[in-house]
């Protein structure tokens, strides 16, 4: 008996979106996991008027956090605008609602990430009153460091400007009340991390995100998943039991795949829904294996190294597009980049030595015309030209991969120019 769904019965649905106004400017969003349940996160962030927004597939602070597993209390900057001890009243707020909350699991853990670092100097000296608030983040610029204010609890800086040190510098600090801050010169703004945002950068966000959670997590007791079996849920639909709608349900709201080498793939739930639908799950071939060599987990991802193992007898779109069977067999090395948030993959990045594939199915020659002059100056003899042994190989490849000392290293290095 599998331990994975029954394909002839509907997958669950996706997590639905419980939403709740604590106030204007303050809300609570429960986890957006399979599990359900979640410790509780505080976000202080800029203004919004959707604070469920998915653009491009980019989700808002809140749902991101949500889709992590956190039960989260998200609090704009609108809400500070108050007479009085706002910051304490806000955070009072926050830590009952969560208290209250019968999908904030544990009680009284409870973590606070800071995207605007003028809201973290207002909410920062009433965390000694709160002990509830075990970890916290802040995002700031370089220039603003020296007036960033300073708590009891462990705190995490994510500091951006030209004004940062390279990691490598000699500047670089360490927190008495947690690690080194992380630095991104290159960045101009600290609302890089900030979605919908003229600063917005996705990529070194999603760095600093990956870099928050392996902070929170040990400190906060979690919510930590089995990533290994999320990945080898999500395969086995994929592969053994070939199930677009239980593969999709193993994904975010807005996932997505990118075949690096072809560009083949699918970005969002309607795009990818259709890849897997008419391009990948029902079109492999029917022997396909995968050969698992290597694997590393994160806290949030999980890289395979991996032989992808098949027979040429059909036309594979996402791997070979526009090339007719060969009914050659194959052994590709593969790589895979797989980000899971929460219980659920966000992205697959795939990449292949796509010369070695083709040089197996007999497609790849081993000589290709060089249009070149050489080093030295010299031209080809009128009439003749210039050829390179390409530098690839076929099985070779992936004997070497499996096994280090299969064939001998440095080959290579002996191909030459030669005129014909």
Same mark, same amino acid.
């Given at each position: 008996m599998s331990k994975y769904n029954d394909i002839t019965k509907p997958p669950p649905p996706l997590p639905s979106v419980d939403l709740k106004e604590l106030k204007p400017g303050v809300s609570l969003l429960l986890p957006l996991t399979r599990r359900g349940y979640g410790p509780g996160l505080i976000v202080l962030t800029t203004d919004t008027n959707d604070p469920l927004a998915i653009k491009d597939g980019v989700p808002s602070h809140l749902v991101k956090w949500a889709e992590e597993g956190y039960a989260v209390v998200g609090i704009e900057e609108r809400a500070f605008a108050a007479s009085g001890d706002v910051s304490t009243l806000l955070l009072t707020l926050a830590v009952d609602a969560l208290a209250k909350c019968d999908?904030?699991?544990?009680?009284?853990?409870? #973590? $606070?990430?800071?995207?605007?670092?003028? &809201?973290?100097?207002? *909410?920062?000296?009433?965390?000694?009153?709160?002990?509830?608030?075990?970890?916290?983040?802040?995002?700031?610029?370089?220039?603003?460091?020296? #007036? $960033?204010?300073?708590?009891?609890?462990? &705190?995490?800086?994510? *500091?951006?400007?030209?004004?940062s040190p390279r990691t490598d510098s000699k500047q670089v600090t360490t927190n008495d009340n947690g690690p080194r801050p992380y630095y991104y010169p290159d960045i101009k703004s600290c609302e890089f991390a900030t979605p919908f945002t003229p600063s917005f950068h996705y990529n070194t966000e999603a760095l600093s995100h990956t870099r928050n959670l392996t902070f929170l997590k040990p400190l906060m007791g979690g919510p930590y998943f089995d990533l290994e079996t999320i990945w080898d849920e999500h395969t086995y639909y994929e592969f053994t039991d070939r199930s677009v709608e239980h593969t999709m349900s193993t994904m975010v709201q807005e996932p997505y795949v990118n075949h690096v080498p072809t560009m083949t793939g699918g970005i969002g739930r309607e795009a990818l829904t259709s890849f897997y639908r008419n391009n990948f799950i029902f079109e492999n071939s029917l022997d396909t294996d995968q050969e698992l060599l290597s694997r590393t987990i994160g806290i949030d991802r999980i890289v395979d190294e991996f032989l992808f193992k098949f027979t040429h007898d059909k036309e594979l779109d996402w791997f070979l597009p526009g090339v007719p069977p060969t009914f050659k067999r194959a052994e590709v090395p593969f790589h895979a980049v797989v980000n899971i948030r929460g219980d659920r993959l966000y992205h697959e990045h795939i990449n292949w030595d796509q010369g070695t594939a083709l040089r197996q199915l007999g497609l790849m020659p081993e000589y290709l015309p060089y249009p070149y002059p050489l080093a030295d100056g010299r031209t080809p003899t009128?009439?003749?030209?210039?050829?390179?042994?390409?530098?690839?190989?076929?099985?070779?490849?992936?004997?070497?991969?499996?096994?280090?000392?299969s064939v001998p290293s440095n080959e290579m290095m002996e191909y030459q120019v030669k005129e014909v």
């Open positions: 999908k904030c699991e544990p009680k009284g853990i409870i #973590g $606070l990430v800071a995207y605007v670092p003028s &809201l973290w100097n207002k *909410i920062a000296p009433a965390l000694e009153n709160v002990p509830e608030v075990v970890a916290a983040i802040t995002f700031a610029n370089a220039s603003d460091v020296t #007036g $960033l204010a300073s708590c009891k609890v462990p &705190l995490l800086r994510q *500091i951006v400007g030209t004004d009128p009439g003749k030209q210039f050829e390179y042994k390409v530098p690839v190989e076929g099985l070779k490849v992936a004997s070497k991969m499996r096994e280090r000392n």
